[in-house]
């Protein structure tokens, strides 16, 4: 399979920050997968072998009023499991980790031929990956969920919350190996809320509990989509932009993504600059190597760049300029870290 993966988001924001010293960035990193899927997966196949949830006179759906408390259990979602694994698929397609990802749209642990918990025997997953040309089944073994609807009496107006939970059970069968790569049980909750002059009125633009339930599960897919395959997120970074005549001039540079010749004029400052204005010009080198996706670079920049605003001290550094410093040098080390993660995930090997 061809895994292909792009440090930095080519998407970059420049955001000025008024009269201040510094400017941001907005950065698009890829962040590591929880679990080590090896290389030679290229397609997967995602099945619901979940037994069918059946909610309990205990009371699935709670309801917290403030004068009194019960439960309902007469709300059922019976494609529940089906739901979770179609958003599970569907995140993975857009995420392009795996060449191909297979849903199939049928439960196999049925309430009048399964049993709970039914692990998938290897004679199914070899069929399975035979019939998809893949070569791992990704099993959804367990789910159940639940809601609490909570009303609080502040007085003057009504503050109403509803809490929607999954629990969701994972297992990965590598058809290379017939072994299970991984299990992992996974927690979701979200939720909504709002306020009232009345009861009624706190509630009454709160999801129904089917609706709510149907977005929980698609939280969940969501959820574990970024537990087995590398996910963007967004992160800022700051960079200097004054205390030297050139800053002016590689901020411009910057701006217009050419991050090269922004690099060259902050080196400049850093060889011809004093103490405060080496500090700064490290600080921005580390970034155009972070940008250009050099972290080993970018990190021994970042290590130079703290120990200049360290060794400078006095009143011409800000405290908030020694942390930047120092917390910048720490997300760099962690990003080179991750980066040995995503090698691995992405078959890289140096």
């Known amino acids: 399979m061809n895994r292909i993966k792009k440090w930095i988001f080519p998407g970059l924001f420049l955001l000025m920050s008024g009269c201040v010293?510094?400017?941001?960035?907005?950065?698009d990193v890829l962040k590591p997968a929880e679990v080590v899927v090896p290389v030679e997966i290229a397609s997967v196949v995602v099945v619901d072998n979940a037994y069918p949830f059946q909610p309990g006179d205990s009371g699935v759906h709670k309801i917290k009023l403030p004068s009194r408390e019960y439960s309902i259990d007469s709300v059922l979602v019976e494609d529940f499991g089906l739901r979770i694994i179609q958003s599970l698929g569907e995140s993975l397609e857009t995420k392009s980790f795996f060449d191909s990802v297979y849903v199939v749209k049928q439960s196999f642990n049925t309430l009048e031929e399964g049993k709970p918990l039914a692990l998938l025997s290897p004679?199914?997953?070899?069929?399975?990956?035979d019939f998809y040309n893949a070569q791992a089944v990704i099993e959804l073994g367990h789910f159940d969920y639940g809601t609490l609807i909570n009303v609080m009496d502040f007085g003057d107006q009504f503050f109403a919350t509803l809490d929607a939970r999954v629990s969701a059970y994972w297992r990965i069968h590598n058809n290379f190996s017939d072994e299970v790569l991984d299990v992992h049980l996974q927690r979701d909750t979200i939720f909504w809320e709002n306020t009232g002059?009345?009861?009624?009125?706190?509630?009454?633009?709160?999801p129904l509990i089917r609706d709510a339930l149907n977005e929980a599960a698609a939280y969940s897919g969501l959820q574990y989509s970024e537990y087995i395959s590398p996910t963007w997120q967004k992160t800022r970074r700051f960079f200097f932009k004054k205390g030297h005549p050139l800053f002016?001039?590689?901020?411009?540079?910057?701006?217009?993504g050419d991050w090269d010749e922004a690099g060259r004029i902050w080196y400049r400052i850093y060889e011809t600059g004093t103490g405060k204005q080496k500090a700064r010009a490290a600080y921005n080198l580390a970034l155009s190597q972070e940008v250009?996706?050099?972290?080993?670079?970018?990190?021994s920049w970042a290590y130079r760049a703290m120990e200049l605003f360290e060794e400078t001290g006095g009143i011409s550094f800000s405290d908030y300029e020694k942390?930047?410093?120092?917390?910048?040098?720490?997300?760099?080390?962690?990003?080179?870290?991750?980066?040995?993660?995503?090698?691995k995930q992405f078959g890289v090997y140096e």
Not at 197 to 206: A, R, Y
């Open 292 to 299: 250009k996706g050099d972290f080993d670079e970018a990190t």
């Open 323 to 343: 942390e930047m410093a120092k917390n910048y040098y720490i997300q760099l080390a962690q990003r080179l870290q991750e980066k040995k993660k995503l090698d």
């Open 21 to 27: 010293s510094y400017s941001s960035i907005e950065l």
């Open 197 to 206: 002059i009345t009861l009624g009125g706190s509630v009454e633009k709160l």
């Open 248 to 256: 002016y001039d590689a901020s411009v540079q910057a701006g217009i």
């Open 123 to 129: 004679v199914v997953v070899d069929s399975l990956c």
